[in-house]
Antibody
Framework: QVQLQESGPGLVKPSETLSLTCNVSGVSIGDGGDYWTWIRQPPGKGLEWIGYIYYIRHTDYNPSLESRVSLSLDTSKNQFSLKMTSVTASDTAVYYC?????????????WGQGILVTVS | VLMQSPVTLALSPGETAVLSCKTRQYVNSNYFAWYQQKPGQAPRLLIFRSSMRATGVPDRFSGSASVTDFTLTINRVEPEDFAVYYCQQFGRDFGPGTKVEI
């Protein structure tokens, strides 16, 4: 069973860089395929796709965030990471990592529990 | 851009819920999904490839697609089905959500 767990600081200062890591168990992310995804949800609002990394090194980002976001994969640790620069209060959200299943049309069939990041 | 309707759907247990998601242009139905989210929880995948139920999802949930119109139907709504439902295309863009409430 695939399990994901987000980790990182819960408080980030404005203008600094938000860094989160998603630890994956139950599957090897180095096997390729699948979409390793970050999604966020501001308090009381809907879901916003941030981006995903797939086939180890290919990335795709939400155009509205692309200039500030980068994703990476560490196959040796079986984890993937998100970096978001120049954060503001509007980046305050619960951040989720998820696995998008290639065989399932990229639908996210496994999610982490989420981590609340406050920019203040 | 995905457009979901209604914004809120008020139902009684046992009734049928019909949720709509419309796209502005053609979407390959293989890349369309529905999720359920309850307060304080991560979203849960319900339907992928427009009409396939994810593992463990009861058969009262069903999905259908017609070019730019996608529908999630919940037959005989149970108390645990009251939640927010999101549609998604290409494993990326989400709709704004429909809240199903009592």
């Amino acid at each position: 069973q695939v399990q994901l767990q987000e980790s990182g600081p819960g408080l980030v200062k404005p203008s600094e860089t938000l860094s989160l890591t998603c630890n994956v168990s139950g599957v090897s992310i180095g096997d390729g395929g699948d979409y390793w995804t970050w999604i966020r949800q501001p308090p009381g609002k809907g879901l916003e796709w941030i981006g995903y990394i797939y086939y180890i090194r290919h990335t795709d980002y939400n155009p509205s965030l692309e200039s500030r976001v980068s994703l990476s994969l560490d196959t040796s640790k079986n984890q993937f990471s998100l970096k978001m620069t120049s954060v503001t209060a509007s980046d305050t959200a619960v951040y989720y990592c998820a696995r998008g299943l290639v065989g399932g049309g990229a639908a996210d069939d496994a999610w982490g529990q989420g981590i609340l990041v406050t920019v203040s | 851009v995905l457009m979901q309707s209604p914004v809120t759907l008020a139902l009684s247990p046992g009734e049928t819920a019909v949720l709509s998601c419309k796209t502005r242009q053609y979407v390959n139905s293989n890349y369309f999904a529905w999720y359920q989210q309850k307060p304080g929880q991560a979203p849960r995948l319900l339907i992928f490839r427009s009409s396939m139920r994810a593992t463990g999802v009861p058969d009262r949930f069903s999905g259908s697609a017609s070019v730019t119109d996608f529908t999630l139907t919940i037959n005989r709504v149970e108390p645990e089905d009251f939640a927010v439902y999101y549609c998604q295309q290409f494993g990326r863009d989400f709709g704004p959500g429909t809240k199903v409430e009592i």
